[in-house]
């Protein structure tokens, strides 16, 4: 059963949280928890969020500074006028459902938080592309955001974007925050 975004509560990381408990079918994903998140948050290196439902550490993501190359977005993405060879952007650098809580609508609820994060975050600093490297497979349900692949190499992952800019323009709200399939993503 999905569980209602107004069900979670999301909380920064910090040294009292209790990570032990989490677990996900990729040990990357654990260990990034586990063992560097919080060094990550201490170093200024990313910032990770923990999602909680009725008190269990249900899911976690993590976002960075980032940029993309002009080229490696479409032509209908972006700002002609911008003359600079990267945009600004913020990476969702790690996300992970716990294996307990996988498809009951945990990713998309953190994906969907990260995005209102970065709206938020965009009024203070310019940034108007959120990135993600995709695992292989896990491309559609980015794209259910809007995400597309970018014109990027990579090794074992899918790089993808979104012009989140574009969106909000495009359905006249510049301030509003993404909407999941469950209702507004909040803050």
Do not use: W
Not at 75 to 93: C, H, L, N, T
Not at 101 to 115: D, E, L, N, S
């Amino acid at each position: 059963m999905k569980i209602p975004l107004n069900e979670l509560r999301f909380d920064f990381l910090s040294e009292g949280s209790d990570l032990h408990s989490f677990r996900c079918s990729d040990s990357d994903l654990n260990e990034f928890l586990h063992d560097d998140a919080l060094y990550y948050l201490q170093e200024r290196l990313a910032s990770t969020r923990l999602a909680y439902h009725q008190g269990a550490l249900v899911g976690y993501f993590a976002l960075v500074n980032d940029s993309i190359f002009a080229d490696a977005i479409t032509s209908e993405d972006g700002d002609g006028r911008f003359e600079a060879r990267r945009y600004p952007a913020i990476k969702i650098a790690k996300l992970a459902t716990h294996d307990e809580y996988t498809g009951r609508g945990i990713g998309t609820h953190m994906v969907a938080k990260a995005i209102s994060i970065v709206v938020k975050l965009s009024r203070y600093t310019g940034c108007r592309i959120i990135t993600v490297d995709s695992k292989p497979g896990r491309e559609s349900f980015y794209g259910q955001f809007g995400f597309k692949k970018a014109q990027a190499k990579a090794r074992n992952t899918i790089p993808m974007y979104f012009d989140y800019h574009k969106y909000l323009a495009g359905i006249g709200r510049p301030e509003q925050p993404i909407s999941t399939p469950d209702g507004p993503s909040g803050t």
